[in-house]
């Protein structure tokens, strides 16, 4: 089950993930709550988790 569509090959895809995560600076509390904010609206973890057969970690607080 593909968790992302792209137009390239898989190998390429995951080539230029590794490339831009060695240029991007999560230390900005702007950039790190745009991120949130993205994985909130776009990503439907419990269906994702269902589908993967695995379960949401128990927070430790």
Same mark, same amino acid.
């Given at each position: 089950?593909?968790?992302?569509? @792209?137009?390239? +090959?898989?190998?390429?895809? @995951?080539?230029?993930?590794?490339?831009?995560?060695?240029? $991007?600076?999560? =230390?900005?509390?702007?950039? $790190?709550?745009? @991120?949130?904010?993205? $994985?909130?609206? =776009?990503?439907?973890?419990?269906?994702?988790?269902?589908?993967? +057969?695995?379960?949401?970690? @128990?927070?430790?607080?």
């Amino acid at each position: 089950m593909p968790i992302l569509a @792209v137009d390239s +090959d898989t190998l390429s895809t @995951v080539e230029r993930i590794d490339e831009l995560f060695g240029q $991007v600076r999560l =230390h900005q509390p702007v950039k $790190v709550q745009c @991120v949130q904010d993205l $994985v909130a609206t =776009h990503l439907d973890l419990p269906r994702l988790l269902t589908l993967l +057969d695995l379960k949401l970690p @128990v927070s430790a607080n």
